[in-house]
């Protein structure tokens, strides 16, 4: 049985890289008061921040461009931050 899901916009193309990008934008949402992002705490707007809004767009597009974005995107999940201790889980990256 196939479910369509009604709150994804109809434009999309790359249902993976957006539904992605929207978790890394829930995530990186906003600055704290010191004006760094309230998930990994670098300067606002992280760099995870604006991939995701990278992302968003790029699922929009042809998928040769959504592809481009979406091994980006697994790229930077391997990275580990300055800060291992914030995510304390093995296998996640500094930036999810």
């Given amino acids: 049985m196939v ?3 009604q709150t994804m916009p109809t434009d999309i193309v790359d249902r993976l890289l957006w ?3 929207q978790q890394m934008l829930g995530r ?3 600055p704290a008061d010191d004006g ?3 998930w990994c705490g670098w300067r606002w707007p992280c760099a995870p921040r604006r991939l995701a809004q990278r992302a968003d767009i790029a699922s929009r ?3 040769r461009e959504a592809w481009t974005v979406r091994h980006d995107l697994n ?3 391997a990275m580990r931050g300055p800060d291992d201790r ?3 889980t093995p296998n996640r ?3 999810n």
């Fill in 3 to 5: 479910t369509a899901d």
């Fill in 19 to 21: 539904q992605d990008a």
């Fill in 28 to 30: 990186h949402a906003e």
């Fill in 36 to 38: 760094n992002c309230v």
């Fill in 61 to 63: 597009r042809p998928w």
């Fill in 75 to 77: 790229s930077i999940r």
């Fill in 86 to 88: 914030r995510h304390p």
């Fill in 93 to 95: 990256g500094y930036f």
